[in-house]
């Protein structure tokens, strides 16, 4: 049956139905009682102090990347703990950004980004791309990654050049998945690290 077919056949359904169910006008609905609703009470939340928690989630280490893009006002990016691996099939990745950063809507117009996973002698370089405002690829020397052109940083043990695969809200930040599209990895390298607010590394 084609499209005007079924429309036909839906519009004779509604309209047999309507006719047996129509209720004569002097008829009202019954009104089903309101149901209680219930707030939570501010006795029943658990207070948690931004700075508490900062402190007690600072004793997961992480490594640590550059999450990179270029757009029509060349490139940008930003320094990120919160980066995972989240599907192996498809590949997909993911990354967290405060809904009130500036370089994540560049990242989003571009529509692609390349994730660069820092080494241990690199804590230098993570610094200058936290800083918000500065011209952060001043002396910092790069290449593009090869699918989608993002600015692949050189000297990296590893890096992921993605699409934005999907965009979810989580409080004040933002969830953004990424399919990979092609990716490397040195032979060896060791990662750099992030601990309750210092950069470390690992001791074998």
Known sequence: MGHAGMAATAVRYLRSVGAATKAAPDTLPEVLPRPDLRA???????????????????????????????DADGPTGFACQSFASL??????????????????PRIARAGVFCVNILGAE??????????????????????????????????????????IHAVHTGGDHLIVVGRVEALGAAEDGEPLLFHR???GRLSR
């Open 122 to 163: 690199q804590g230098a370089l993570c610094r200058g791309f936290a800083v918000s405002g500065a011209d952060k690829f001043a002396g910092v020397a790069y290449g593009e990654a090869p699918a989608t052109g993002s600015p692949q940083l050189d000297a990296v043990p590893a890096w992921i050049d993605c699409r």
């Open 40 to 70: 939570v009470r501010d006795d029943e939340r658990l207070p948690i102090a931004p700075a508490e928690f900062r402190r007690v989630l600072g004793h997961f280490a992480s490594g640590v990347t550059v999450v990179t893009a270029r």
């Open 197 to 199: 607010g210092a950069f």
């Open 87 to 104: 599907s192996l099939d498809p590949p997909l990745v993911s990354f967290m950004v405060a809904r009130t950063s500036t370089t994540w």
